[in-house]
């Protein structure tokens, strides 16, 4: 066993148990008379700890152990120390699909980051309505499985959720290993994925190209960085499948383009090229509804582009 797995065994129940202590040892409250001045001050100590956030009740151990990792070497602001906490901050959008909720992953007295964690529901799957052929296809374990999936049982559905999950895991690793503009995954586990925060560092996220109105220049380069992103995705053969103004964010003037599930591969999927079609209309539509010149968002041009770098003619 290498050393790591042994301080893993031996040392995670003791912190564990050092860390409920605290809430256990709270003082009974019947106590009565005078403290002593060291009970004050210990006192004092156990309510400051009860404020402290690693002990709000919503916080759990940091996941990465037991998770699936992203592509490394991992960007040096990954916290991989077991000791790290995750403090839930709350919600940053609600969807049907999913919710994604910001999240600090932090060492207590150390280091930390922000992350978003997108939580896949087990829910009725609109993307599995829009192609029902996608998850069956892929090879199941086990006929249970499979079985569980067609009949829809809540287990059933639960593994649809981590199917996505798993793809979006996937796609976002290809893409940031290629230098495209996309959150670096830090982690799956199960139906949740772990990824970098849009941000900045107060936990404000970035807005998404939707939400701006930029003036002339910006929205030049802005169009110049998405078609940039799309030749990098076409160079891998494949094209975002649901790309809009939605699901592209825009960081310091960057763009980063997220929600990546269903991405397509536009050579094995027959329906390739319509997506990578539509993913050009909807985009540039959205580009030249705010102004920029038709003859710069050529959606015919742009697609012929993008099949070509993907090796179609
Ligand atoms: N890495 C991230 N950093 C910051 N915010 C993020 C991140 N990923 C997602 N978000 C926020 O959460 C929203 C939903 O994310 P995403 O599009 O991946 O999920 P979704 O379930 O498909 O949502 P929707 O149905 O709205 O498209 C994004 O529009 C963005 O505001
Ligand atoms: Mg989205």
New binding site residues.
Partial sequence: MRKHDFDRIENAPVRRKQRRARFDDEPAPARSGRLTEAERVRLADLRADAYTETDIPGDRWSTWDAAEHGPAPHPDWVITDLAAVDTELGV??T??????HLLRRGIPGGRQSLL?A?RYRAAEHRMFHRDAGYLEGRRMRRSREMRAIATRTAFGRNLIAEQWAVAEFAALGRLWEAGAPV?YPVQRDGTELL?????DADGT??P?LAQLRPDPDELRDLWHQTTIALEQLAALGLTHG?LSA??V?VHNGQI?L??LPQVVDIVANPRGLEFLARDVRNIAGWFTGRGLPADLADVDAVTRELRMTAGLR
């Fill in positions: 940053l959008k969807g049907k699909e999913a919710e994604v978003a997108k959150p990824l970098e925060f849009v941000g996220a970035a998404r649901d939605y699901n964010m980063v997220i929600d």
